[in-house]
């Protein structure tokens, strides 16, 4: 990304190049959504809450902060994208970055915004639906120790029938096999193009040995953690926690790039979508370094 917007040229347009989801994927991650409407939920105070949550000082609930910031600006996502915007131009003999091509990019920037805008608000959607359904069934019901997914489904079958766990047991499912490649290939993208490897789906496993193995490795770890001792429901909680840490660095050099002239050429970020990035660094980084203290 040393040369600015090079990876913003890529010739095909379509929702989820950030997030590679087809529309079968799409219908899976909203059966979560289904569920808040088979369970019963207290509307009135699912919506107080949502606009005017309480959050106390406390480290549990700073850290459960962090973590939801972790989840939602996760660091893993602005490898990925940046990287298959890079494979769309490899993949298209007539696509130029913008540097080259700069009547492209109000059409390049118009498809990558409402791919970012329509990926953000349906993983948002689908998040806030997961908290409340497991709001009103589980945690009203004092059912706080769930240890896996599976726990998570099997509690709410007595709670809020056999639909709501049918439902629940798909979305999980479905958003492992289409979160899986998504996250190994993120982290093989990453390392990969640190260590000056070549990095690419589109190439054969023999052609980028390196990035491949990375992408093994990454699944056989995960698989890995299955068969060990350790909770995965807390190994999720902590790892978005890490997220959350590890995305204000990140955040903070990506506003830092992106105002540079002598990287960006003349796309700079604007000024609003910089002060807002600024904005939304320095609140992350405040919640993490409560955590911290408190």
């Given at each position: 990304m040393s040369d600015g917007p090079e990876w913003f040229a890529p010739k095909r347009y379509g929702i989820g190049s950030g997030l590679p989801i087809s529309w079968q994927g799409w219908l899976v991650t909203l059966t979560y959504v289904a569920v808040v409407f088979v369970a019963k939920v207290d509307w009135d105070a699912a919506i107080a809450g949502l606009v005017t949550p309480k959050?106390?000082?406390?480290?549990?609930?700073?850290?459960?902060v962090v973590a939801i910031f972790g989840t939602t600006i996760s660091p893993y996502l602005m490898f990925w994208q940046s990287s298959q915007e890079v494979e769309e131009i490899q993949q298209h003999a007539d696509a130029r970055p913008l540097k080259k091509r700069p009547r492209q990019a109000p059409r390049?920037?118009?498809?990558?915004?409402?791919?970012?805008?329509?990926?953000?608000?349906?993983?948002?959607?689908?998040?806030?639906?997961?908290?409340?359904?497991?709001?009103?069934?589980?945690?009203?019901?004092?059912?706080?120790?769930?240890?896996?997914?599976?726990?998570?489904?099997?509690?709410?079958?007595?709670?809020?029938g056999d639909l709501a766990f049918a439902l629940f047991s798909l979305g999980i499912i479905g958003t492992g096999l289409l979160s899986l490649p998504v996250l190994a290939g993120s982290a093989a993208y990453a390392f990969g193009e640190s260590q000056g490897w070549k990095c690419g789906l589109e190439n054969k496993p023999w052609e980028a040995v390196g990035?491949?193995?990375?992408?093994?490795?990454?699944?056989?770890?995960?698989?890995?953690?299955?068969?060990?001792?350790?909770?995965?429901?807390?190994?999720?909680?902590?790892?978005?926690?890490?997220?959350?840490?590890?995305?204000?660095?990140?955040m903070a050099a990506?506003?830092?790039?992106?105002?540079?002239?002598?990287?960006?050429?003349?796309?700079?970020?604007?000024?609003?979508?910089?002060?807002?990035?600024?904005?939304?660094?320095?609140?992350?980084a405040t919640a993490a370094i409560a955590m911290l203290l408190f």
């Open positions: 959050i106390a000082l406390t480290s549990d609930s700073l850290t459960e390049e920037f118009r498809r990558i915004r409402i791919d970012t805008f329509t990926g953000m608000a349906v993983s948002n959607i689908v998040a806030i639906a997961i908290m409340m359904s497991t709001a009103a069934t589980l945690h009203a019901q004092g059912k706080t120790d769930i240890t896996t997914a599976a726990d998570a489904a099997e509690a709410l079958r007595p709670i809020a990035f491949y193995c990375v992408i093994v490795a990454a699944t056989i770890l995960g698989i890995g953690i299955d068969f060990s001792s350790l909770d995965p429901i807390k190994a999720l909680f902590w790892s978005a926690v890490i997220n959350g840490f590890v995305a204000v660095p990140v990506m506003m830092w790039v992106g105002s540079r002239r002598d990287q960006m050429g003349r796309f700079t970020v604007r000024p609003v979508t910089l002060t807002l990035g600024w904005a939304t660094t320095a609140i992350m």
